[in-house]
């Protein structure tokens, strides 16, 4: 089963910088920002984890996340298989993310749900395509009613 290795960005660097999450699965190679950054004086690189030292107090809470990261991509990658489901970058990015709560859209209503949803499906141009004229038209559909809703409530204030 692939594993995960976490690498940093700038590895020289005496500043903090961004820790990289590498996945290489079936000739293919996923490239995932952790989001997090770290001092490379904290970093152990062949254990793949911050050094456990005073000076890096929260130490444990990144080992903890990168473990939790390596468990998430590799429970995913497994879901995938057994699901028959084809397993690409994209699908990987997105449970990653999940898990992150990185792209945590406020869907206030079905429009915007739909057009993040079509966005992010493994479907054919077509399939697409139609999805997106159903919602044009759905999105017609919320204006007019928003308009007509509107006018009610002119007619009952002029009342």
Known sequence: MPEATFVLKE?????????????????TFLKFSTGWKIKPKFW???????????QFESHGELNTLLKNLNNEIADT??????????????????ALNLFLQKDKKNHTDI????EDWVETIDRKKNTKKQLKEAIRKLKEFKQAAKKRRHEQDSKFLKN
């Open 11 to 27: 590895p020289n660097s005496k500043e903090p910088t961004l820790l990289y999450l590498f996945y290489y699965y079936n000739s």
């Open 77 to 94: 990658h497994r879901k995938l298989i057994n699901n028959k489901i084809q397993v690409t970058p994209d699908r990987l990015k997105l």
């Open 111 to 114: 429009v915007n749900f739909a």
């Open 44 to 54: 152990n690189a062949d254990a793949q984890r911050a050094r456990e030292t005073r």
